[in-house]
């Protein structure tokens, strides 16, 4: 059914990803499909490295923690946007577009009021992307 | 180009460079809240000191007018006239440490590790860097500095009763020599728009660049003074350096925001009959505003990046239609001589002390050195922000020569046209105009009048929402403590703050001008600033491997 699942990671909220991290493992096994965890940082130093390069590594470290706890089969993708708040959602696509997702696995809050004027990122990738879209809630 | 590359994955790690450990992590003293549907991650207490030392002084200004005008307009003179030779001679201590690092090997160093490559193309990036810094200014001075040195050089020195020169002349003036008189107007306005400005953004954007992509420190203004403050940069000196640099790039966007609608309306009025007065500068405001709004929200790439690259083909468009329309030849000649003039005038104009010319290099120069400074926060950080990649020459290269040769050859066709138009056929209207008319006044001269006034106005237009956004998104970063993905409602908090400050300053009588005079006078605390960065870029590039 599937053989490539993209699941995007914010390892600084890394707490609230624990719904779509199961549910993605326990779907990969089912299936026996690879995960790549994908990230989106910023050129500039941030909480999570003082550069990509180091970003690249924690997410790498991330991938590698997750297939060992899981026991599934995982990669890391890190990608660099010039404005990470806004063009997340397209890097995300773009990404999961080049590395051939056929599911992307995405941990979202509940929406509320304010995804009226500023949709969910989960929710605008499900609304654009070609690969089929699960997003987890809570 | 090159801009498409950047979303293709991480490049490998980037090569060399000497990450500056400390136990700080960005976003620690940041608070991540919820107010009512809208998340937010701020820094504490940046953000709020920020946001409410604006509104005090809002306040104040409404509230006792008269005393906040006389308190900043004493300010402003005793900043302007009393520190000239501070002003002037650290604004040659720029130039001349920009020039330095051009031609020693830490030229070499590159922005973001040994190996990074550049993340915008040249075109989008000369672009972003040329519309924040400049602006609104080419626009409205183009036309009006040059034939200002021109007539007062014309008209000699004048020594009034207590020995002090009361013309406004540049340096000894060229009484009754028209050609002369053409030439030190000329070089006097270049003096301005030339290295000297380029050089305090280069310094300023150079030390953000070097502290956060090759150092690992977070993009702020206080980064750049880890070497002299160490760890205590993180505590309240820095809060202090961080809200300083908020407070004279919202004040300075907003003032100018106003002073610019008040311009705009005026050409709206000449072109179109608008009626002038607060509500079309209230609506002129808002348009700006809301069109800043559309940029921010669409992004870096989307939005600032896309107006900034319609503003330079905008403007080049206007150049080159009155290159050709104008008197071509004269003009071109024009350039090579003023370029030489400029040469020929810079040191006697960048003499520091025992100055003749009091009122020129007080009211001229000191003023916009003050200017320039009080806006270096702003735009040595965006330039920051999109200069990642490039070496140190490249950039020093990119950031100081070129632009300066732009602003030569913008004055010299625009300035050099009007000039002629007095000087060739006795046509006075733009001399006699005021200010914000001097530009349509020359264009009428010239044909399809009607065409290029409007582009005239779009383009007074793009240049304020290109300096608005790139603007918002500055102050967002520092009062985020450095991070540039904090949630979407803030920068549209400070876009929309920033629209409506100005529209409170514009209603209010004097209180425009006031306040200007104030963020011109933080100048001078930025001048100390600036000077200390000088220090620590050469610090910085000198443990970088080369």
């Not at chain 2, 003050?370 to 020093?396: Q, T």
């Amino acid at each position: 059914m599937f053989t490539t699942i993209v699941v995007p990671v914010d390892l600084a909220h890394e707490d609230k990803l624990g719904k779509a991290l199961t549910v993605s493992a326990d779907l990969a096994k089912q299936y026996g499909a690879k995960i790549i965890y994908l990230g989106v940082t910023s050129a500039m130093p941030g909480k999570l490295g003082h550069n990509p390069a180091e970003y690249a590594e924690k997410l790498q470290a991330f991938a590698a923690a997750q297939a060992a706890k899981f026991g599934v089969t995982a990669d890391a993708k890190a990608e660099v946007s010039h404005d990470p708040t806004i063009d997340l959602d397209k890097t995300l696509m773009k990404a999961a577009d080049a590395v051939g997702a056929d599911l992307i696995v995405m941990a979202s809050h509940v929406p509320g009021l304010a995804d009226y004027i500023w949709p969910s990122n989960g929710g605008t990738v499900a609304s654009h992307s070609k690969a089929s879209v699960m997003v987890v809630r809570g | 180009m090159s801009d498409e590359s950047t979303n293709q994955g991480i490049p490998e790690p980037e090569g060399h460079s000497e990450i500056i450990d400390t136990e700080y992590e960005i976003g620690q003293d940041n608070i991540e809240t919820q107010i009512g549907p809208f998340g937010l991650d701020i820094h504490n207490p940046v953000f709020l000191i920020s946001g409410l030392s604006i509104i005090a002084f809002v306040f104040y200004t409404l509230a006792l007018p008269e005393q906040a005008g006389n308190l900043f307009s004493w300010l402003f003179s005793f900043v302007t006239k009393g520190f000239d030779w501070f002003f002037i001679g650290a604004g040659n201590i720029f130039v001349l440490f920009c020039l330095l690092l051009i031609v020693t090997p830490l030229g070499k160093v590159r922005l973001g590790g040994a190996d990074a490559t550049p993340d915008y193309s040249y075109v989008g990036w000369f672009a972003m860097l040329f519309a924040a810094g400049m602006g609104i200014g080419l626009m409205f001075y183009g036309v009006s500095e040059p034939m200002s040195h021109f007539s007062s050089s014309m008209g000699g020195t004048v020594v009034g009763e207590d020995g002090v020169r009361t013309d406004w002349a540049p340096l000894g003036a060229a009484a009754g020599d028209q050609h002369e008189a053409i030439r030190l107007g000329m070089a006097a306005t270049i003096y301005h728009w030339g290295l000297h400005p380029w050089a305090m953004y280069a310094v300023v954007a150079l030390a953000l660049a070097l502290f956060s992509y090759n150092k690992g420190l977070p993009l702020t203004i206080r980064s750049a003074f880890y070497p002299i403050f160490g760890d205590r940069v993180w505590g309240w000196i820095g809060h202090v350096i961080d809200v300083l640099a908020v407070f004279a790039t919202l004040f300075g966007l907003a003032t100018s925001l106003g002073f610019g609608a008040t311009q705009a309306n005026a050409g709206l009025n000449e072109l179109f009959g608008i009626p002038v007065g607060e509500t079309t500068e209230v609506i002129l405001i808002t348009v700006i505003t809301s069109i800043a709004l559309i940029s921010v929200v669409r992004g870096l790439d989307g939005g600032v990046k896309v107006l900034s690259e319609i503003n330079m083909g905008l403007a080049l468009l206007l150049l080159v239609f009155v290159l050709i329309a104008g008197p071509t030849l004269a003009i071109l000649t024009g350039f090579a001589d003023y370029l030489l003039a400029y040469v020929e005038y810079l040191p006697a104009l960048s003499v520091p002390f025992g100055r003749e010319d009091v009122n020129y290099s007080q009211g001229w120069t000191s003023f916009y050195w003050a200017w320039w400074i009080s806006w270096s926060p702003f735009v040595g950080m965006f330039i920051a922000r999109v200069s990642r990649g490039r070496s140190v020459r490249e950039f020093v290269v990119c950031v100081l020569l070129i632009p300066s040769l732009v602003c030569v050859l913008w004055m010299s066709v625009f300035g050099g046209v009007a000039i002629q138009q007095v000087v060739q056929d006795g046509y006075t209207a733009a001399q006699d105009a005021p200010l914000e008319l001097k530009l349509f006044k020359m264009l009428d001269m010239l044909p399809m009048t009607g065409i290029t006034s409007f582009i005239g106005i779009v383009l007074v237009i793009v240049f304020f929402v290109t300096s608005s956004d790139s603007g918002s998104l500055v102050i967002d970063t520092i009062t985020a403590g450095g991070k540039v993905d904090a949630p979407v409602p803030q920068r549209v908090f400070w876009c929309v703050f920033e629209g409506a400050v100005a529209i409170v300053l514009l209603l209010s009588a004097g209180g425009l001008s006031s306040l200007q005079s104030m963020v011109i006078s933080t100048g001078l605390p930025f001048t100390v600033v600036l000077l200390l960065m000088c220090w620590a870029i050469w610090r910085g590039l000198m443990a970088e491997r080369r």
